[in-house]
């Protein structure tokens, strides 16, 4: 579990930060109220503390010593204050911390945890600068890695568009206009050809005092432009504005995509992807296979033990189904019923899976409500059809031979 060092004096903030950082994000709250305890928490801690919100001035540290104790330490640290003023804002930044906040009531408290998320999720956000500039890279790579990004680099836009390439897991871009080979313009148009805005976020950055960077950058396609020099708090916002929008695109693609219940994915992912995945493996002349199944007499289930216990043996095959391997496309279609979509795989190897699938969820009971609750499932399989849509037809027919013969077995249509 990620822990969060809180340091506060005052017990109601201690309180409601320990109550929102245990019940928002699942972490542990590790509290002190002085520079003694301060120091006590860090040696009993060491090494696992993920972050830290630290008061500035404190009964035995009224300088901001708290603050420069935790840093000393590497913890990426959001600094709370009483008051502000421009000193004070100058002089915390001067340290090195993510953010500086002023104790405003429950916002104050709302965007440190939202801040807190933040850095937990950019840990997984592998971001790319690109500039002919070293000493620009450099100083743009030591804000990025504060905000705990992982950084790489490129010297201009043809050595970034080739890192792109070799690491498409990249997320963000954050790059320059003027650089020789390859200039920013260029590079953002190249990238939107294959990634769309909400898979790979760019930030355009230029020097230039021209009128029109920013819009012809935006118009190439990146999601946000500064000017340098820019400070150190807008390159934050705007990271964080970027970020927090990709992953609300992905919430919302997600909770389209997704079945409520299991976690699978759903009728309509499964039918979209699929005949995607069934162009390309034609393409490639690869094998195809499509499975339906069914759970066996599961309105008995449902009537005999409830739908809690019912929705209990949906969730357990859910979790043994998302054991296949990766490249199977596998769904909830509705009710008791599951697709699965094989690609290049013989029938031999097809059947095996599903085999030892309909084997171990007919060896597991589930156990929920202080019952004990034996499940099996029938299962048909085709490698013939045109589309998704006819092939899961034909595979609908092995399963009705499945039922026809007893249940709990695998045939193929």
Known sequence: MQKVLIVDDSELITRVLSFMVADELGFEAVVAASYKETEEQLARHQGEIFTA??????PDAT????VDLVMQHQIPS?????????????QVLSKGIVDYLVKEGRYSYDYAIRFIRRLYRNQFVKTLVVDDSATSRALIRSQLELFNLPVMEAEDGREGFQLLNEHPDIQMVVTDYEMPNLDGFELVKKLRKSRSYSELIIIGLSASRMETVSAKFIK???????????????????IMQNL?????????RRAANQDYLTGLNNRRYFFEKGEDTIKSANRKKQPLAAAIMDLDFFKKVNDTYGHDVGDAVLVHV??????????VITARL?????????????????????????????????????HRVHISLSIGVTEQGEGLDEMI?????????????GRNQVITA
């Open 78 to 90: 959001i600094v709370l204050s009483a008051t502000y003023d421009e000193s004070i804002r100058q």
């Open 318 to 327: 859910a979790d043994i189904i998302r054991k296949f391997p990766e490249d």
């Open 244 to 252: 927090e929008t990709m992953d609300h695109i992905c919430e919302i």
């Open 393 to 405: 037809k034909i595979a609908d027919q092995g399963l009705y031979q499945a039922k026809e013969k």
């Open 220 to 238: 190439s396609g990146a999601n946000d432009f500064l000017h340098k020099p820019f400070s150190f708090e807008e390159l934050q916002c705007r």
């Open 63 to 66: 300088d901001g010593q708290a």
């Open 53 to 58: 919100v630290v008061d500035l001035n404190l």
């Open 334 to 370: 509705g009710g008791e019923e599951f697709g699965m979509l094989f690609v290049d795989r013989t029938i031999d190897d097809v059947l095996q899976l599903l085999e030892e699938f309909r084997q171990q969820v007919a060896s597991i009971p589930v156990v929920c409500g202080g």
